[in-house]
C-alpha cells in the first residue's frame, strides 16, 4: 500500500462506480491503539483499485499517523479519505480540507467549567488504577478518560475488563449528561479506556458532508462523484458506541466487525479482493 496515490485510477473512475469504504480506527483496521498489520494494508490497497476508501476516527491525526502510516509512509497517503476527529480535520488525496473547532464552537469559559468538573470528577474515582493525561483537547473534540489515556497496554486490557464490570465510563456519562445538559454535547463511548465529547451532530455522520460535496468537485481532479453506496465497517456499532451513528444513518451501508481480521473476511466476501 506504499504506491503513490496517482497509480490508482482516479475516484469517478474506480471500477465499483459511486462506492466508497469507509473504516473506523481501534478494533477495526488495527487492534486497540496498536499498529496497522502488513497484511491489512495490502488488502487495502488492493481494495483501493475498485473502490474509494476511507477511515473515519475520533483521534486526531497524529495518532492515526502512528497508527496506519510510518515514518517515511503519511496516512494521508495510503486512503483517498482522511476523517480524523470524526471529519473535524478532513484529508481528501492528500490535501487538507475545511476544519472546525471545538473551543470556538464552546467558549472558553464553558469549557473551563465542563474540565474543572471532570477532574475533579476523576480525582474521587475509586479504580483500581491511575495514570495520566485524564482530559485530552483535540482540535474538534475532548477526550476523557478516568484512568489516564498514559496507561500502558496491559493497564489498558485490564481497565476495559474493569468497566464491562464497573461501568465507570458509562456512569461518568449519565453525570455529565445530568450536569451539563444546557451544552448541547454529545458523549460517545469508545476504545477501551475513554469516551469523546464534542458538539451534538459531530459525530462520525459529520464526515459524510465531505463525501456529499464530492460531487462539486472538479471531474479532471477525479471529482464529480454522487457516492450514493457508503460502506461503513465498525466494532462499536451498539447504542452509545462511537460507530453507533453512522452505523445507523441512512446514507451509509453499515458493517459490524469484531476485529481486524473479521474486517479483512467481510471485505473478501463482498469484493473478492
Given at each position: 500500500?506504499t504506491?503513490a496515490?496517482?497509480l490508482?485510477?482516479?475516484?469517478?473512475?474506480?471500477p465499483?462506480?459511486?462506492?466508497?469504504?469507509?473504516?473506523?480506527?481501534?478494533?477495526?483496521?488495527t487492534?486497540?491503539?496498536?499498529?496497522?498489520?502488513?497484511?491489512?494494508?495490502?488488502?487495502?490497497?488492493?481494495?483501493?483499485?475498485q473502490?474509494?476508501?476511507?477511515?473515519?476516527?475520533?483521534?486526531?491525526?497524529?495518532?492515526?499517523?502512528?497508527?496506519?502510516?510510518?515514518?517515511?509512509?503519511?496516512?494521508?497517503?495510503?486512503?483517498?479519505?482522511?476523517?480524523?476527529?470524526?471529519?473535524?480535520?478532513?484529508?481528501?488525496?492528500?490535501?487538507?480540507?475545511a476544519?472546525?473547532?471545538?473551543?470556538?464552537?464552546?467558549g472558553?469559559?464553558?469549557?473551563?467549567?465542563?474540565?474543572?468538573?471532570?477532574?475533579?470528577?476523576?480525582?474521587?474515582?475509586?479504580?483500581p488504577?491511575?495514570?495520566?493525561t485524564?482530559?485530552?483537547?483535540?482540535n474538534?473534540?475532548?477526550n476523557?478518560?478516568?484512568?489516564?489515556?498514559?496507561?500502558?497496554?496491559?493497564?489498558?486490557?485490564e481497565?476495559?475488563?474493569?468497566?464491562?464490570?464497573?461501568?465507570?465510563?458509562?456512569?461518568?456519562?449519565?453525570?455529565?449528561?445530568?450536569?451539563?445538559?444546557?451544552?448541547?454535547?454529545?458523549?460517545?463511548?469508545?476504545?477501551?479506556?475513554s469516551?469523546?465529547?464534542?458538539?451534538?451532530?459531530?459525530?462520525?455522520?459529520?464526515?459524510?458532508?465531505?463525501?456529499?460535496?464530492?460531487?462539486?468537485?472538479?471531474?479532471?481532479?477525479?471529482?464529480?462523484?454522487?457516492?450514493?453506496?457508503?460502506?461503513?465497517?465498525?466494532?462499536?456499532?451498539?447504542?452509545?458506541?462511537?460507530?453507533?451513528?453512522?452505523?445507523?444513518?441512512?446514507?451509509?451501508?453499515?458493517?459490524?466487525?469484531?476485529?481486524p481480521?473479521d474486517?479483512?473476511?467481510?471485505?473478501?466476501?463482498?469484493?473478492a479482493?
Open positions: 500500500m504506491e496515490a496517482s490508482y485510477p482516479p475516484l469517478n473512475k474506480r465499483v462506480q459511486n462506492t466508497i469504504c469507509l473504516f473506523d480506527v481501534d478494533g477495526t483496521l487492534p486497540a491503539r496498536q499498529d496497522v498489520s502488513p497484511e491489512m494494508l495490502s488488502l487495502l490497497s488492493r481494495l483501493r483499485h473502490v474509494a476508501i476511507g477511515f473515519v476516527g475520533g483521534s486526531d491525526l497524529a495518532k492515526q499517523q502512528e497508527q496506519l502510516g510510518t515514518p517515511a509512509i503519511p496516512v494521508t497517503s495510503l486512503f483517498d479519505f482522511c476523517f480524523s476527529e470524526n471529519g473535524l480535520t478532513a484529508y481528501r488525496l492528500g490535501v487538507p480540507l476544519a472546525h473547532s471545538f473551543i470556538r464552537w464552546l472558553e469559559d464553558r469549557y473551563k467549567t465542563l474540565v474543572n468538573f471532570v477532574l475533579h470528577y476523576v480525582a474521587d474515582l475509586e479504580i488504577i491511575k495514570r495520566g485524564f482530559v485530552e483537547f483535540r474538534g473534540m475532548i476523557i478518560s478516568p484512568i489516564g489515556r498514559n496507561a500502558s497496554t496491559e493497564e489498558r486490557n481497565f476495559e475488563r474493569f468497566d464491562k464490570q464497573a461501568g465507570v465510563r458509562r456512569k461518568m456519562v449519565e453525570v455529565l449528561r445530568e450536569k451539563f445538559g444546557d451544552y448541547g454535547l454529545t458523549y460517545s463511548i469508545g476504545g477501551q479506556i469516551f469523546d465529547v464534542f458538539p451534538t451532530g459531530w459525530d462520525k455522520t459529520y464526515c459524510l458532508q465531505h463525501l456529499e460535496a464530492e460531487t462539486k468537485q472538479d471531474r479532471a481532479l477525479g471529482g464529480g462523484v454522487q457516492y450514493t453506496t457508503i460502506h461503513f465497517f465498525g466494532d462499536k456499532t451498539y447504542k452509545g458506541g462511537n460507530d453507533y451513528e453512522i452505523f445507523e444513518d441512512p446514507r451509509t451501508v453499515g458493517h459490524t466487525v469484531i476485529n481480521e474486517t479483512a473476511k467481510q471485505l473478501v466476501e463482498l469484493f479482493v
